[in-house]
Nanobody, 121 residues
């Protein structure tokens, strides 16, 4: 019903920057919260950042001051600007959208397939 596709991942040196994008498509009635999660090998998936419909944001302590989440509501797209990257940021990054498809009676969370971010010298 709702499909999310991430892009912008890749290999970057420590101290470098990347900008991730995630576009939502399909029969969408509304989108409330958009966000990013990440999962490193052998570790649990963790929250990176969230942004609400009015622009309010929430960040994990580990990325505050380095990452910035933003959204283009008209395009159903969420972005994650990542600066001052370190090897600890290496993970698969997943896009998440809380909203409602046109055929659904309830809000729910949708997930993308993920994009790999590798920080290494």
């Amino acid at each position: 019903q709702v499909q999310l596709v991430e892009s912008g991942g890749g290999l970057v040196q420590p101290g470098g920057s990347l900008r991730l994008s995630c576009g939502a498509s399909g029969s969408i009635l509304k989108i409330n919260v958009m966000g990013w999660y990440r999962q490193a090998p052998g570790k649990q998936r963790e929250l990176v950042a969230l942004i609400g419909s009015i622009g309010n944001t929430n960040y994990a302590d580990s990325v505050k001051g380095r990452f910035t989440i933003s959204r283009d509501t008209a395009k159903n797209t969420v972005y994650l600007q990542m600066n001052s990257l370190t090897p600890e940021d290496t993970a698969v990054y997943f896009c998440s959208v809380e909203g409602r498809g046109a055929r659904s009676w309830y809000d729910r969370e949708y997930w993308g397939q993920g994009t790999q971010v590798t920080v290494s010298s």
